[in-house]
């Protein structure tokens, strides 16, 4: 009857640790790919490439298609 919660402890605490590891690696790749994305919205024009554009929706909050340059400008400056 143990076994069930000492298995449940020991997936808790890999889980932990490995979200803490992945969090890390995480957090420097999305440093990366707004560094990048902002390199590629600086260089060209509306209308960008998809994930251009799902990376500036989220950035602005607002949708895709609503997106306007002026507030595309403001973002990179």
Do not use: C, F
């Not at 590891?21 to 990366?32: F, L, Q, T, Y």
């Amino acid at each position: 009857m143990g076994a069930r919660r000492i298995r449940r402890e020991q997936r808790r605490e890999d889980m932990k640790e490995s979200q803490h590891r992945n969090g890390i690696r995480k957090a420097a790749e999305r440093d990366r790919r707004d560094a990048r994305m902002t390199e590629t919205v600086r260089k060209g024009k509306l209308p960008y490439t998809p994930p251009v554009m799902s990376w500036l929706s989220t950035k602005l909050d607002k949708r895709s298609s609503l997106l306007t340059q002026a507030e595309v400008d403001k973002l990179v400056s």
